[in-house]
């Protein structure tokens, strides 16, 4: 993990306690975390600041994803301007190791109750260092109910009493919701989300908003009793839709300007997918002509040829698109059919299994085009093999040659053969292509493709 | 022109050993060309013992000569291949009987697992070179099987099409090893490069193969007739 350019603060996802804050922190000021816990519950006897604060940093930081997961190597900590191995860092940790299996039963209750799925999902992530948590957790959660205790009582000493049932309600409800916020980024993150998950955020999120309003209106009605409700109602949505208005054009303008980038990026990729297709197709007819140029006859054929194919290419109607054969092993047997008329060399093809065409399967099956006339104009004048193969929702396809063989490295950057029409095609695609020697000279293209979902 | 046959069995295509090889074609020309390409003795150690050009003939040449490999075509008057292989039988069954080698133009999935599944040891087309058809010969003589990337194919997609098969019929699966050799067979890799890629020795490769060969025809009953029926090629 090298020095990022600039630090930022994160709350860490990992090796956390509650929300990460006390870690983060630590971690951005280079300071042992059991320095920035002692911190914080110092502050906590000072009235509660340490609980505020904490909450505070809880509900503003973001959680971060800078730092290596858990399991992927030894974690680092910047301590005095270098890094250091995080366990010598954080305090505690044989107290951890040994924690008896009750605690550990109560502490993960305690998680499923107030964390909701995290405490789950962060076990299944955690799985391999069982460092996290334990009776620092137990401990952590503890300290955070005195503290919300003593700020209760702080609350209940200066203002009136009948407001402490109200607010306790509206911050229940915030903070069910930011947790949910919080979880759903770090399960985006980290890839656990799961159908029955979802139901489960999202009675949360209600649970969480109907506290919200409850709090809300308790309030109101212990501030000036049931009539002066209505009339504060009222007054509230009016401020809201005065909001509205003043904020709406810059959230519809923000709306917008996603759009456009979008269509933008949609229009960068087909211009490329363009690019790749006159490259295949016009661009080696040309040198076709070129290699052909005394003979006339020949010239005209493939001129035309490809004249009619472009056109077909450019202005064919959506109809013409789905009367071609619809079966990878069909529309593969003819791309190889068509390159072995149009450069005499034999194309061996081994087909293993058959599927559906999608676009997917349509762009790997241009770019084994691009890799069959690669290796039959390369490739020594042998025949060509292509192998395709699905196995489950996999595609791959193998073009090799026995050819003198090339460094994909050593070709200069303006050939755009190799580069765009096969890697790069792939790439756009959601595949991969991986170009290689094969083990007795020759070349060898490996694509792979995974088929969307039908 | 490789078919995929080229190995290290060619080393053993000195003069020291001489493998006795009957033809069957039908058309003359293409007999004289092979024997042309393969039947100098002295250079390629295989010696051309008899030809024969229907089926009538070839099981009589065969039962004759006793040659140690029969190149035989797939489609000959009189029943084809597989009714020369079938009125063989008896002569392939002791170790050291008569081994075939289909030698076609046609690599449609009818006639390749039809002659395998009559017995033969390998299948090879007719667009495989001098150099590659006489290791070809020399490893099917050893007992090793020979196969072509498109033979690979059928067999993989046969299998391929069983992915859920009864525990009691382990036997007739193809291992994981097996499948990748038969997958890089397919693509187009000599037996040599499969030794390589895999990190194990040509010897091991060939096993393989021959234990798909094994297995290719112990699954008569199972997966290739489902398979055959499916694509109604029985």
Redesign the interface.
């Known amino acids: 993990m090298a020095s990022p350019p600039y630090r930022r603060l994160y709350r860490s996802p990992h090796g956390r306690m509650l929300g990460g804050v006390a870690h983060g922190l630590a971690l951005h000021l280079g300071l042992p975390v059991t320095w920035v816990r002692v911190a914080f519950v110092l502050l906590f006897f000072a009235q509660g600041i340490g609980v505020l604060l904490y909450a505070a940093f809880w509900f503003v930081v973001p959680i971060g994803i800078g730092e290596p997961a858990p399991g992927a190597g030894p974690r680092w900590a910047y301590v005095n301007g270098g890094f250091v191995p995080a366990d010598a860092v954080v305090g505690g940790a044989e107290l951890r190791k040994g924690r008896p299996r009750r605690i550990g039963r109560l502490r993960e209750l305690l998680q499923r109750t107030f964390h909701g799925e995290t405490a789950v999902a962060g076990e299944a992530v955690t799985d391999s260092r069982p460092a996290k948590g334990g009776l620092g957790q137990l401990l952590a959660l503890l300290l955070l109910v005195v503290g919300i205790m003593a700020l209760l009582s702080a609350l209940h000493i200066q203002t009136a009493k009948p407001y402490m049932w109200p607010l306790l309600t509206v911050g229940v409800g915030v903070a069910l919701v930011w947790r949910q916020a919080d979880d759903s980024r770090w399960q985006r993150w980290f890839g656990l989300e799961e159908g029955t998950k979802r139901r489960a955020a999202y009675t949360r999120v209600g649970a969480g908003v109907l506290l919200v309003v409850a709090g809300t209106v308790g309030f109101l009605i212990l501030q000036g009793g049931d009539s002066t409700v209505s009339s504060v109602i009222e007054a509230a949505l009016a401020v809201l839709a005065g909001v509205l208005v003043l904020v709406g054009p810059y959230a519809l303008r923000m709306w917008q300007d996603l759009g456009t980038e979008r269509t933008a990026r949609i229009r960068a990729q087909e211009r490329a997918e363009i690019a790749a297709h006159v490259h295949d197709s016009v661009l080696h007819t040309l040198t076709l002509i070129q290699r052909n140029a005394d003979d006339a006859k020949e010239v005209l054929r493939l001129a035309r040829a490809q004249e009619r194919e472009l056109r077909l290419w450019l202005y064919r109607p959506e109809a013409a698109a789905e009367a071609a054969p619809d079966t990878l092993a069909e529309r593969i047997r003819s791309v190889v059919a068509e390159v072995e008329d149009l450069h005499g060399v034999a194309v061996e093809l081994v087909c293993v299994g058959d599927c559906p065409m999608d676009d997917r399967i349509a762009a790997q099956i241009q770019a084994a085009r691009e890799a069959t006339v690669n290796a039959a104009k390369y490739g020594g004048g042998g025949p060509v093999q292509v192998y395709a193969e699905v196995e489950g929702r996999t595609v791959s396809v193998f073009v090799r040659d026995h050819g003198p063989g090339f460094d994909p490295d050593s070709v200069p950057e303006d050939r755009m053969g190799v580069r765009e029409s096969i890697i790069g095609r792939m790439k756009r695609n959601g595949g991969t292509a991986r170009v290689r020697p094969a083990p007795d000279g020759g070349t060898e293209v490996e694509l792979e493709m995974e088929r969307a979902h039908d | 022109?490789?078919d995929a046959v080229s190995g290290a069995a060619g080393t053993g295509a000195g003069p020291e050993r001489v493998a006795r090889v009957v033809l069957v074609d039908d058309h003359r020309m293409f007999r004289t060309g092979v024997r042309a390409e393969i039947g100098r003795t002295e250079l390629t150690g295989i010696d051309v013992v008899g030809e024969a050009d229907d089926v009538e003939s070839a099981v009589q040449v065969v039962a004759e000569t006793r040659p140690d490999v029969v190149l035989l075509d797939v489609h000959l008057p009189g029943g084809g291949g597989v009714e020369v292989l079938r009125r063989s039988a008896p002569l392939m069954s002791d170790p050291n009987g008569v081994r075939f080698l289909a030698l076609s133009v046609s690599d449609a999935a009818e006639d390749v697992i039809g002659v395998i599944r009559g017995g033969a040891r390998g299948y090879v087309t007719k667009?495989i070179t001098g150099t590659d058809l006489v290791n070809a010969i020399f490893r099917i003589s050893d007992g090793d099987a020979v196969f072509s990337?498109?033979l690979?194919?059928f067999v993989?997609?046969a299998f391929?099409a069983t992915d859920t098969p009864p525990v009691d019929e382990d036997l007739d699966r193809l291992t994981q090893r097996e499948r990748e050799v038969l997958?890089l067979i397919?693509?187009?890799?000599?037996y040599?490069?499969i030794a390589?890629?895999l990190f194990i020795s040509v010897k091991t490769v060939e096993s393989h193969v021959s234990a798909v060969l094994r297995k290719l025809q112990l699954s008569n009953r199972h997966e290739l007739t489902r398979w055959a029926t499916a694509r109604r090629l029985v």
């Not at chain 2, 397919?186 to 000599?190: E, F, K, N, S, W």
Request: charged share 35%; aromatic share 4%.
């Open positions: 022109m490789t667009t990337p498109r690979a194919g993989l997609d391929a997958r397919a693509r187009g890799y000599a040599k490069e390589k890629q």
